[in-house]
């Protein structure tokens, strides 16, 4: 599921930079909004992009880890904070307060919240996608920096080949800590040693595509449409009003002593409106989508 | 065909300096090469591994020309952006993380503008049909498809003359099919020049216009392919003739008067004028192997997936005799290697039962650089309990004296192989596993491995693309298909019923006489005519 709709759904084929800037504005409405019930609104979005973008299995395989860390936050909050004026019970002579509970909870959204983003940000805005951002800053380093994205696995595949066949080959059964310690150290020798061979290779092909003799002029693998100048501008100035609540002190949020009340009011209602549009902007654009094709087909059909 | 000399070599030499132990040590490397390049032509540079052939080639491009001492001229009508070379190594020309992005790194580092570079990506990418793969990881293609992307990424800046350094060696064959397909488009349609290096012609000869023949640095002949392989039959030196491709060896040897055939329908075409065949004078049907009772390894229903979608390995039963030679044969992805490494316990499988009697067990990776670990092949070949004698004589039939102590990436892949084999057999296996052992190999050390391999009375399963090495040295064949066994058969009989998955030699003579499969059969049949 998640590979068709990042490659299909109208959100997923948008440029880098539009991508960057929706990820910009969701990261800043994480840090900034104190308000549980924000959070709670963007952890939902944090997981259905992860869902939708990077499929089921692999949002619940990471769920696992980020619910683990977000509980133990929630539990440890609670326990260790004996800051707040309700107290629910004590626990070890210690007092566990009703305050300290809701700022563990706020806080374990927040935190499985950036957590849960960054499943779908990996997809999304994958390593080429990344580079090709930030090729126009830092041209060099962005080309070793991508080259390095390729040797790293490349690394640890022939690190397990090669033991994978040593150990076939090898006369000895069992090895002793230091035996296999040493094995390990001759293991990276030779894959030092076969990765410096081959560099020299990609070196020379390097060199005959003549590498370092123009000013390098990127490939534009994007285009930059209407409506990612549309969709940028919505997430620019989304952020930048956010910033700007936020210096006036409309975004903030009491837990200590007394927590306060979690319903929105007066500019709060704004606030909460205007992130939920923009936040679930890509669930919006793709529902357009999915009534435009329902369309078609009935079109269609009827002919 | 041939109009103005592109490129124009005159007596030029080459020496590389190398500095051993404090001592500068050269090492000859071309003598006195006289060659014009000719527009429009198909060159084919070939020779023993070491005899300079990459050496030459890289001369002809600035940019790719090795640290050393040259003397001579090298005159060149086409700049050098307009040469284009591709190296025989796939894996380390790719070096990013898409396919789209290795495409365009050529034309990015050139400075072409953003229109130009849409361009030529658009339309250079629709003339091979690889807009599928575009956004693929490298590592994921086969090594054909590395070698296409290498190809086409050189094609995008329009070179007049393409550089190939035995561009076909590490592939398979059916790879290397397709990739001297699109040569032969490339030269048809678009009129490149092409210089190629290769060691096994067979796949390429019919693509060449010209042919170079190097030994020991020097050119010994040159001139129109055909003439080229008949000066190469008349020196009457085996370790020569070997580097002819088979079906010009069988032309060759039926008649030496008629020019060299260079396809099979050729040779299929000029045996006709020489029937009826005589009958082989040995009689090969009797040499077939007797099967022994024992089984090393029995396989019963093995089932085996990497991945969630499809299984690699099904439903597959075999059972491995003990001291026999068995290949296993079938396309790319049909499971062999995978076969290999179940057998090796490298990996387990998912269903089925596996059933092993072997003592000791040594397994050759498709990838040699997988099997060196220490710095020297002296280093890698010894142990504690080493069999002096053994290890003597296989230093002298394999004749490893000048490479014992060289690194092993320093090797040629020939060399590699070879002392890959040399380690294997001084451990007195039981059981050996090769997979791909015969990729770049010539034909003479074809012959002495494959004595050796028998005379260590180790049972051997090999997985091999390489059809005339099955069917000369292997006692059974089996058929890998879809990642089942589809039909098991002796060697010869194996590829005596086939009609296309064959040897060149049998698909040349399969529509006279199936029995013939090997160049000794028809040395057996023909040798009288010589």
């Known amino acids: 599921m998640g590979i068709h709709n990042r490659m299909t759904s109208p959100f997923g084929i948008s440029h880098p930079f539009t991508l960057l800037m929706y990820y910009t504005a969701l990261f800043s409405c994480i840090f900034i909004f104190r308000n549980p019930v924000f959070i709670l609104f963007l952890f939902i979005a944090c997981c259905l992009m992860a869902i939708y973008y990077a499929g089921a299995d692999s949002f619940f395989k990471s769920m696992k880890w980020i619910a683990l860390i977000g509980v133990a936050v929630l539990v440890l909050n609670a326990l260790l904070v004996h800051r707040g004026s309700t107290v629910l019970f004590f626990l070890f002579k210690n007092p566990v307060t009703k305050e300290a509970l809701i700022y563990g909870v706020y806080n374990m959204l927040m935190l499985m919240s950036v957590m849960a983003t960054f499943i779908s940000f990996n997809v999304l805005l994958d390593s080429p996608k990344f580079l090709y951002l930030f090729s126009g800053i830092l041209p060099k380093l962005s080309f070793v920096f991508d080259m390095a994205l390729r040797y790293i696995p490349l690394f640890r595949k022939r690190a397990s080949d090669l033991a994978a066949v040593r150990s076939v080959n090898s006369d000895r059964e069992h090895m002793t800590f230091i035996q296999k310690i040493k094995t390990y150290g001759i293991y990276l020798k030779a894959l030092t040693a076969w990765n410096l061979e081959e560099g020299m290779e990609t070196a020379l092909s390097l060199k005959v595509k003549n590498y370092g003799t123009h000013n390098k002029v990127h490939y534009a693998k994007y285009r930059c449409t209407l409506r990612d100048i549309f969709l940028s501008s919505v997430f620019v100035l989304f952020t930048l009003f956010v910033f700007i609540a936020a210096i006036s002190e409309h975004t903030g949020f009491t837990y200590y002593p007394v927590t306060d009340s979690v319903n929105i009011k007066d500019f709060g209602i704004v606030l909460f409106i205007t992130m939920i549009s923009v936040i679930y902007l890509p669930f919006i654009t793709e529902g357009i989508a999915y009534v435009k094709r329902g369309f078609i087909k009935l079109w269609l059909q009827k002919r | 065909m041939a109009s103005k000399a592109l490129i124009s070599i005159k007596n030029m030499g080459f020496t590389y300096e190398n500095y051993a132990m404090g001592k500068t040590v050269n090492k000859v490397a071309l003598t006195d090469i006289n060659l014009d390049i000719y527009e429009g032509e198909i060159l084919l540079i070939m020779g023993p591994s070491g005899c300079g052939k990459t050496t030459l080639l890289r001369s002809l491009k600035k940019e790719a020309v090795p640290y050393g001492i040259s003397t001579g001229k090298v005159e060149s009508a086409t700049d050098s952006s307009k040469i284009s070379i591709v190296f025989s190594n796939p894996e380390t020309q790719l070096v990013t993380t898409t ?432």
């Open chain 2, 99 to 530: 396919v789209l992005s290795d495409l365009a790194l050529t034309m990015e580092n050139l400075g072409y503008d953003a229109y130009t570079q849409k361009k030529r990506m658009s339309e250079t990418v629709s003339y091979f049909g690889i807009e599928d793969i575009l956004h693929r990881h490298p590592d994921t293609l086969s090594g054909g498809q590395k070698q296409i992307v290498s190809l086409c990424s050189q094609l995008m800046v329009h070179p007049e003359i393409l550089l190939l350094d035995e561009p076909i060696s590490q592939l398979d064959p059916i790879s290397a099919l397709e990739f001297t397909d699109i040569l032969r488009r490339l030269n048809e349609e678009i009129g490149i020049t092409i210089v190629m290096t290769e060691h096994r012609p067979d796949d390429v000869i019919s693509l060449a216009n010209r042919v170079v023949y190097m030994e020991d640095s020097r050119i010994l002949f040159q001139g129109q392919s055909r003439e080229v392989l008949k000066k190469l039959w008349e020196t009457g030196k085996e370790r020569v003739r070997d580097f002819l491709p088979v079906v010009s060896k069988c032309s060759l040897l039926i008649d030496k008067e008629r020019p060299a055939c260079i396809t099979s329908k050729e040779l299929n075409f000029m045996v006709r004028d020489y029937l009826p065949i005589k009958k082989a004078q040995k009689e090969n049907d009797d040499i077939s192997f007797k099967m022994s009772e024992e089984k090393t390894v029995r396989i019963r229903e093995l089932f085996f997936a990497y991945t969630k979608e499809k299984y690699a390995i099904r439903n597959l039963d075999l059972d491995v005799c003990k001291g026999e030679f068995l290949c296993i044969m079938g396309s790319n992805g049909s499971g062999k290697t995978t076969l290999l490494k179940i057998m090796s316990g490298i990996l387990k499988p998912h269903i089925g039962r596996i059933k092993a009697s072997f003592g000791k067990i040594q397994y050759m990776p498709q990838e040699l650089n997988l099997f060196f670990t220490e710095d020297t092949v002296y280093e890698q070949m010894s142990f504690k309990e080493m069999d002096k004698d053994l290890y003597l004589s296989l230093v002298e039939e394999l004749n490893l004296k000048d490479i014992l102590y060289k690194h092993p990436y320093d090797l040629s892949s020939g060399e590699q192989q070879k002392a890959v084999l040399a380690c294997m057999l001084l451990r007195k296996p039981d059981f050996i596993l090769l997979d791909e052992p015969t990729k770049s190999m010539d034909p003479s050390l074809k012959r002495v491995i494959s004595r050796l391999l028998k005379q260590s009375g180790a049972t051997i399963v090999c997985a091999t693309h390489d059809l005339e090495f099955a069917a000369k040295y292997a006692d059974r064949c089996v058929m890998m298909f879809n990642g089942e066994i589809a039909y098991s058969m002796d060697a010869r009989n194996f590829f005596k019923e086939n009609r296309y998955y064959t040897t060149s030699v049998n698909r040349a003579f399969g529509r006279i006489d199936t029995d013939m499969v090997l160049y000794e059969d028809v040395e057996n049949a023909f040798g009288g005519t010589v």
